[in-house]
C-alpha cells in the first residue's frame, strides 16, 4: 500500500471523543496508531451541493410536485462544510456532459422568463452536479471537477485529516421532466464511467486517493482483503479521499465498472457489491430504524464499511422523528449523513435539530467496532 502523505510525520496528540465510547486522552501513537479505518465513526452530508432555487422557481417546483418542499434546504460550500460543520463524507450527484453545454438552460428558468445559466463552467464538457436537471438544479459546486477542487484544497491545507469518503450517486434525467420538456442525460456508458476516474484523478494524485488497489491483498479478492485482513490502520490513511458508488446492488452500470475487473483493479472508485462479490467492501443502509440497526451492526462487524442516513430532508423536521440520529450513531456505521449539520439550520422550520457527533469532534472511536479500545481519536 501507498504510505500517506502524513505518515512520515506520525501523529499527534489525540483529544478524548465525547462519544459515549469509554477512555482517556492518551497520544494517538498510543491510541491511535492501531485503529483501522473501519474502526472509526464520521458525520457527514447528505447531497452536499445542493442549494435551493429561488422562491419564485420553487412556486413552479409546487405547481409541478407538492412534495417539493422536501427540496427546500441548503448546503453551505465543500470547503466550509470540512472546515467549520466537521464533515468527513460528502455527497455528489453526478451527470454526464461529455459535449459541455447539455444542461445550461432549465426548464423552470423558462417556465419563470428566466434566461440560460451563465457559468462558464456549465457550457464545458465534464460531468455536472445537481439533483435533478431542469427542476432541482442548483448547486454549490456546478462541475464535478470544481467540487473535488474544493476537497482537494481544504485536504491540502489539513493533511492530518482522516480519510473523507465521497458517495457518488451516478443519475439519469426524471423521465417525468423530460416529458414536460426537460433535457434527457446521456447513460451511464462505459466511456462516461471512465470519465468519472478521469476526473478524479485530474485533481488528485494517485497517493492521495485510497482505492480497491491500495486494499487488495495479493491472492484475494477485494471482499476477501477487508473481510480477513482488515482496512488500513489509519496511520497510513491520513489526508487521503476515498469514492464509492451509491448505486448498489448488480445492474448495468456496476456490471461496466467491473467489466474486465471484478475485484476493480485501476479503478478509482468503490462499488456496492453485494455480499459474496469480489468487488463487496462498501455498502449502505439508509435507514437504521427497526431491523437496519442490527442489519448495520452486522455488516460492520463483518468487515464492511456502511453508510447511513440520520434523517431526511424534511421528513425528520415535519415528523419531529428525532430518534433516529441516535439510533445511527449506536448501529456503527461508518458514515453517517445528514442535511443539518449544524445548529440554525432547522431553525426555519421551527426546530433546533442538529446532526453532530458528541463533543464537537470530526471523528470518535466506532461504537461497534472499537468499543473494546480505551481511547480516543482526533486528527492532530
Known amino acids: 500500500m501507498r504510505l500517506s502523505r502524513t505518515a ?58 407538492p412534495g417539493s418542499v422536501d427540496l427546500w434546504y441548503s448546503h453551505a460550500p465543500i470547503s466550509q462544510q470540512l472546515e467549520d460543520q466537521n464533515a468527513r463524507a460528502l455527497e455528489l450527484d453526478l451527470f454526464p456532459d461529455p459535449q459541455g453545454g447539455l444542461y445550461t438552460y432549465p426548464l423552470i428558468r423558462k417556465l419563470t422568463g428566466q434566461g440560460p445559466l451563465t457559468d462558464p463552467a456549465m457550457a464545458k464538457p465534464g460531468i455536472k452536479v445537481m439533483h435533478v436537471p431542469d427542476f432541482d438544479y442548483n448547486t454549490n459546486c456546478a462541475t464535478f471537477v470544481l467540487c473535488l477542487q474544493q476537497v482537494k484544497t481544504w485536504s491540502d491545507a489539513h493533511p492530518n485529516h482522516v480519510p473523507i469518503a465521497i458517495n457518488l450517486e451516478l443519475k439519469q434525467s426524471d423521465p417525468q421532466v423530460v416529458a414536460a420538456g426537460g433535457v434527457k442525460a446521456p447513460p451511464w456508458d462505459a466511456a462516461n464511467l471512465d470519465s468519472v476516474d478521469t476526473e478524479i484523478r485530474s485533481v488528485f494524485t494517485e497517493d492521495e486517493i485510497l482505492t480497491p488497489d491500495d486494499v487488495r491483498k495479493p491472492g484475494l479478492t477485494l471482499e476477501q482483503s477487508v473481510l480477513t485482513k482488515g482496512w488500513p490502520r489509519l496511520s497510513s490513511v491520513h489526508g487521503q479521499v476515498m469514492f464509492y458508488f451509491d448505486n448498489g446492488g448488480p445492474g448495468e452500470i456496476r456490471d461496466l465498472y467491473t467489466a474486465g475487473k471484478p475485484n476493480l483493479e485501476g479503478r478509482a472508485v468503490f462499488t456496492r457489491g453485494p455480499e459474496g462479490a469480489p468487488d463487496a467492501a462498501v455498502t449502505e443502509v439508509n435507514d437504521p430504524r427497526g431491523t437496519g440497526q442490527a442489519e448495520i451492526q452486522r455488516l460492520v462487524q463483518k468487515g ?3 453508510r447511513t442516513r440520520s434523517d431526511e430532508p424534511m421528513a425528520t423536521i415535519r415528523d419531529k422523528d428525532y430518534s433516529r440520529l441516535g439510533i445511527a450513531l449506536a448501529s456503527g456505521a461508518q458514515w453517517v449523513t445528514t442535511d443539518f449539520p449544524v445548529a440554525g439550520m432547522a431553525a426555519r422550520y421551527d426546530s433546533d435539530f ?27
Open 8 to 65: 512520515v510525520a506520525g501523529l499527534t496528540t489525540a483529544a478524548l471523543a465525547a462519544s459515549g465510547v469509554a477512555g482517556t486522552a492518551v497520544t494517538s501513537r498510543a491510541a491511535g496508531s492501531d485503529l483501522r479505518l473501519n474502526q472509526i465513526q464520521v458525520v457527514g452530508t447528505h447531497n452536499s451541493y445542493h442549494r435551493e432555487l429561488s422562491p419564485n422557481e420553487q412556486k413552479v417546483q409546487l405547481q409541478q410536485n
Open 304 to 306: 464492511y464499511l456502511v
Open 354 to 380: 442538529v446532526a453532530k457527533l458528541p463533543g464537537h469532534t470530526p471523528v470518535r472511536c466506532n461504537p461497534v467496532t472499537a468499543a473494546a479500545k480505551k481511547a480516543a481519536v482526533s486528527e492532530g
